[in-house]
Structures are given as C-alpha cells and as structure tokens.
C-alpha cells in the first residue's frame, strides 16, 4: 500500500493562481516532513520541511506547508503561482525512529503564461 | 563546496553487462542513500548507509551492490544489468535525521 499519496498527479494552473497540492500519509507516531521540488532537467531540492512546532512551515519561493496531524496530511501551497514554478513536486516522509524518506509519487505542474 | 557529485551523468550498457555508479558528497554527512526515480513512481529507495561501515537495504535492492568506501563514498554496482533498471539513479546524502541533499543524477539506459 502506498505509504505517501499525492492526490494530484498533474495540475496545470494559469499565472497568479493559486497552488495547492496534497500529501497524506500513513505513519503513525512522530514524522518528519518535507516537499521537494524537481525543475527540468535537475535534481531535487528542498523547499520546506517540518519537523515540530508551528505547524504552518514557509519554505523557499513563497511556498508553505501546514501539517495537520489528525489528517495525516502537509499540503503545500502558494498564493501566487509564476511561470517559474513549473516543476516536478515531491512529498517525503521520515518516520523518526527511520532513516529513509519515503516518497510521494509526485505532482506534475504547468503553470501557463 | 560541490554538495552531492555523480559519476557518470549518462550512460547506456547492454543486457548483462556490469557498471558502478559513483556518488561523494563534501558536506560531512553520516547518511547516504540511492534511489531510483522512475515516470509516475516517484524515487524508491534501494540501498542506503546510516554511517560509515554500514549499509542496508531499501524498498528494491534486487540487482544492486553498494559500497560505502568511506565517509564521502558510496557507490551503487550493477553486477548484470537488466532493461527494467533503465531509470534515473540519485544519490542523497544527510545528516544524521535531517533533510536529505541529493546530487545530479545519472540517466541509465539498458537496452
């Protein structure tokens, strides 16, 4: 079973709209959480993470997160998509006690000018 | 300060045949991983080192080695290489129950 789910596979968006992609998980206890972001052509980077405290994380870009835990979920939005944000998205889960992060399948974005 | 280097960026090889994928990071991380990403798959772990001396194995390990030569170090083998290892391999690296750095990739083709 799919540990990390993203709902969106593909979203295209126009300029200057609003972005927001989901990310449940299925751990139980503590978590770490991050979205990381996949431009063409190149590899990962980080864009936000959480790993306790003020639930409601803002990352690089004008991206935040906000990670509900009775939801088991770190949805990432932004308020103002730009032609620039069009990329592969990821989210990622680390059960604490773990090493590894465990991946959503991505979201593919198109933001169109 | 290179971050997370790969080595080679591309390469093709035939059914059988055998490569090593090198990977070094100069942040000083414990932790180093390889993963493959594949269309719609998202990255799936195979192989990761917690420290230096250790490695164990991830969600598909079948058909990988690695090796953690030392700190910096850890390369993932392809003893006999088959189509369905035609992906984009990634090597990441972390310290000790953080976020993970990922380097360039290497784009493997097995025909």
């Known amino acids: 079973a799919q540990s990390v789910s993203q709902h969106n596979h593909h979203v295209i968006l126009s300029e200057a709209a609003s972005l927001e992609l989901g990310c449940n998980y299925s751990?139980?206890?503590?978590?770490?959480l991050f979205w990381y972001v996949q431009y063409p052509g190149q590899h990962l980077q980080l864009l936000l993470k959480?790993?306790?405290?003020?639930?409601l994380v803002k990352g690089i870009k004008g991206f935040e997160a906000e990670f509900i835990k009775s939801k088991f979920s770190f949805n990432l939005r932004k308020p103002s998509v730009q032609w620039s944000d069009t990329a592969e998205y990821f989210c990622?889960?680390?059960?604490?006690?773990?090493?590894?992060?465990?991946f959503g399948k991505g979201t593919s974005l198109l933001v169109t000018p | 300060n290179a971050g997370v280097t790969q080595t080679p960026k591309f390469q093709v090889l035939k059914t059988g045949q055998s490569m090593t994928l090198q990977c070094a990071q100069d942040?000083?991380?414990?932790?180093m991983y390889w993963y493959r990403q594949d269309p719609g798959m998202g990255l799936r772990l195979i192989y990761y080192?917690?420290?230096?001396?250790?490695?164990d194995k991830g969600e598909v390990p079948n058909g990988y080695n690695v090796s953690r030569l030392n700190k910096r170090e850890f390369s993932l083998r392809l003893e006999s290489a088959a189509p369905s290892q035609t992906s984009v391999y990634f090597c990441?690296?972390?310290?000790?129950?953080?976020?993970?750095?990922f380097g360039p990739g290497t784009r493997l083709t097995v025909t």
């Open positions: 990441a690296s972390s310290p000790q129950g953080y976020e993970q750095y």
């Open positions: 751990y139980g206890g503590t978590v770490n």
């Open positions: 959480y790993f306790s405290g003020d639930p």
């Open positions: 990622a889960v680390r059960r604490n006690s773990g090493y590894a992060l465990n």
């Open positions: 942040m000083n991380h414990n932790s």
């Open positions: 080192s917690a420290s230096e001396g250790t490695t």
